[in-house]
């Protein structure tokens, strides 16, 4: 009977691990999503007309959000050049998109281009009209040109 059990308990011990890696996969998908890490990009946006006409002369990547001096996680509006907040801080941006419907903003963290009316991400290196803004925030940024992909 002894060997009966020790039997049946190597012979769960399989099948036991297997059932654990598949809880810690369904777990990490649930943390991560089944398709987390790519968002592509839009190569083109409806709302483009409501881009101020002077994104050459914009504030540094430095300069805190207007509302209250958050130093980080701040966000240019591409259509007034005002410097705001994140939603992960306290969300001025978003609340003046929802005042102004100023819909295109530049994240001075990683210098993606949202639109908040298509809810969806810009190629600022393939939207003709935001290269110019990406460019400079880019230099303001990092003291040099950026690598432009072939597109």
């Known amino acids: 009977m002894a060997n009966q059990e020790t039997g049946s308990s190597s012979s769960s011990a399989p099948q036991g691990h297997q059932v654990q890696l598949q809880q810690e996969e369904e777990e990490l998908l649930s943390i991560y999503g089944a398709e987390s890490g790519w968002v592509e990009a839009r190569t083109s946006c409806d709302h483009l007309a409501s881009l101020s006409s002077d994104l050459a002369h914009i504030p ?8 209250c001096q958050h130093p980080n996680e701040n966000w240019l509006c591409l259509c007034c050049k005002d410097v705001l907040c994140s ?9 003046h998109f929802q005042q102004s419907n100023h819909c295109l903003a530049l994240s001075y963290s990683d210098l993606s281009v949202w639109c908040f009316s298509c809810d969806a991400y810009l190629d600022a290196q393939v939207i ?3 290269r110019p803004v990406y460019e400079t925030a880019y230099i303001l940024k990092f003291g040099e040109s ?5 597109v």
């Open 128 to 130: 003709m009209q935001l």
């Open 60 to 67: 540094t990547p430095d300069t805190p959000c207007y509302r």
């Open 87 to 95: 939603r992960f801080v306290n969300k001025h941006m978003l609340q």
């Open 146 to 150: 950026p690598p432009f992909r072939t």
